[in-house]
């Protein structure tokens, strides 16, 4: 940029915060140093009250504030502070001609749409905190960052306190310009949250043809040690309004890592999944497919299924509860001969969380808490060229819209198990086949080319379990193109088939079952993860 200065003194600051954390401290800091203070509403208020001196706003322009604080700061005066090229006569000549008093920083956070919103409060309630004087000088001062400092988060307030000391009152172009990337984050983030829930509060109809918009809301972002593979750097980006692995406190162990992180992102997915339909789940992840899964009302008895369903596989996994671990089945998990990297659940009594850490003492374990609905979560695909986006896979498993095409009518446990095993599979890598029984999984076929290979490479996982088993069941998460799929399974004890039908040959699969013996029902749905 030509004519853009080196260092600028900060002389003049205005003031206007929602979250009103360390703003005190910011303040005094300023004053300290002779800056002048100009605030709003109720930020003045705090700082008068603090014993600071502080210029109304009013007084700045030369207008009341008015209509419950929606006008106070659209004005040629405070704008013109902030946008004014001070290298350009005109603009300094303007300026004097209209009484117009440089602005050199500009301390702003914005209303606080998103909390607002997810509290659960009225539409009216959510449309007053769209705050649009902030949004706007926010804009303004990072247009004009060759001469003003725009601050947006308490989280800056110590780099540039830092900054002024090491440079008598001054601050960088290159600070300057961080400011200004940031702050047209925030302002993209904030509208996008807004255009989101607007479009989902008008009603209005998203078409082919219009993309809707893609509010990610995350905030800034954390290196990690490496990404999936050791010469590939990594960032973990925590979402704004949301819980989940990234919110979960980390109780004890060592750093997790990218690998770590997708591993337990992936078994939280599932018990939570599985929650929607039993008071007890644990899930056993290797490389994001699940390795042992079961669910039921016994915490004890469903993680010593989890751990049968692939003892070898089980080893150095991830695994998620979806009930409290207190001592007891802290001392489950830490039977000798197993070995696990993180360890996930709502809660950890402090003697479980002492005895886990004492058995490994660099695993991970994380308390997730009380996870919020899923809502309107959209999951980004990065890809050459571009991003996809689709809505979530949160469609629950609802055995009463289910279809009994062939064999016996599904009795009770059987149709329970069917539900687990159909949530199960939903979480594995297509192409997907998972066999169980009321343990739940035995073992799973997943990210094959084709089915057939998956239904082999299941059976063979489950091995003498499904030997053994009087009510074996295989969930597929898409079709049956031919007969060859079930009938490997129908070969191998498995009494119950659960998939979404749809294949022009499904006839040939239904005979099948008929003559067989078998029970098949259709689920309407499929379950593609790619």
């Known amino acids: ?40 509403g109720g930020t003045a208020r705090v700082l008068e009250e603090a014993g600071l001196t502080v210029r109304p706003i009013d007084d700045l322009t030369g207008f009341p504030e008015m209509m419950d604080g929606r006008l106070k700061t659209l004005h040629p005066r405070v704008h013109g502070g902030l946008l004014a090229r001070r290298e350009l006569k005109s603009h300094q000549d303007a300026a004097e001609t209209h009484g117009i008093d440089a602005i050199d920083l500009v301390c702003v956070n914005l209303y606080p749409f998103a909390e607002t919103l997810a509290s659960g409060a009225p539409p009216d309630e959510v449309i007053e905190q769209i705050d649009i004087g902030g949004p706007a000088m926010v804009r303004s001062a990072a247009k004009n960052h060759a001469w003003t400092a725009i601050v ?58 219009v993309a809707p918009p893609v509010e990610l809301a995350l905030l800034p972002g954390q290196p990690l040690r490496y990404g999936e593979n050791p010469h590939q750097a990594a960032w973990a980006y925590p979402a704004r309004s949301a819980n989940g692995v990234l919110q979960a406190e980390q109780l004890s162990g060592k ?59 089980a080893f150095g996994g991830i695994l998620a509860l979806w009930s409290e671990v207190d001592l007891p089945l802290a001392e489950h998990i830490a039977q000798p001969g197993r070995f696990l990297e993180v360890i996930l659940a709502p809660r950890f009594s402090s003697e479980a969380a002492t005895r886990l850490a004492e058995r490994w003492p660099n695993a991970r374990l994380l308390a997730f808490g009380d996870l919020d609905p899923a809502g309107q979560v959209r999951v980004v695909k990065s890809i050459r060229g571009g991003a996809l986006v689709q809505e979530q896979d949160d469609l629950m498993t609802d055995p009463e819209s289910w279809d009994h095409v062939a064999g016996p009518k599904p009795g009770a446990t059987s149709l329970t198990a069917s539900t687990h095993l159909w949530t199960i599979v939903k979480h594995l890598s297509s192409n997907a086949v998972a066999i169980g029984d009321s343990r739940g999984l035995l ?46 399974l129908i070969d191998a004890g498995v009494k119950t088939i659960v998939q979404p039908g749809g294949s022009k040959r499904d006839q040939e699969s239904i005979d099948l079952c008929n003559e067989r013996n078998v029970t098949m029902l259709f689920t309407g749905r499929r379950h593609f993860r790619h």
């Not at 080196?6 to 004053?31: E, P, Y």
């Not at 900054?163 to 925030?186: I, V």
């Not at 059976?459 to 031919?482: M, N, V, Y």
């Open 443 to 488: 073992g799973a076929g997943a990210g094959q080319m084709d089915r057939l290979t998956s239904c082999r490479i299941a059976i063979e996982k489950a091995g003498e379990r499904l030997t053994d088993s009087s009510g074996a069941i295989a969930t597929s998460d898409a079709f049956f193109p031919f007969a060859d799929g079930p009938k490997s």
């Open 255 to 313: 750093e997790l890592s990218y690998n770590n992180l997708a591993d337990a992102a992936a078994a939280l997915d599932l018990v939570a999944d599985l929650g929607q339909n039993a008071s007890a789940a644990a899930a056993i992840i290797k490389h994001t497919n699940p390795c042992g899964a079961a669910a039921g009302t016994d915490p004890l008895s469903v993680l010593e299924d989890a751990w049968a369903g692939d003892p070898v596989a």
């Open 152 to 209: 947006t988060s308490p989280d800056q307030y110590d780099t540039i306190k830092a900054e002024l000391d090491q440079n008598d009152g001054k601050l960088t172009p290159k600070t300057r310009a961080d400011l200004a990337a940031e702050a047209f984050r925030t302002t993209a983030t904030y509208d996008a949250a807004i255009s989101t829930w607007m479009l989902e509060f008008t009603g209005a109809q998203v078409t082919n043809t």
């Open 1 to 40: 940029m030509q004519n853009q200065p080196d260092l600028v003194t900060v002389r003049r600051a205005l003031l206007s915060v929602s979250d009103k954390t360390k703003i005190v401290d910011f303040a005094s800091a300023l004053a300290a140093r002779g800056v002048e203070l100009v605030s709003t």
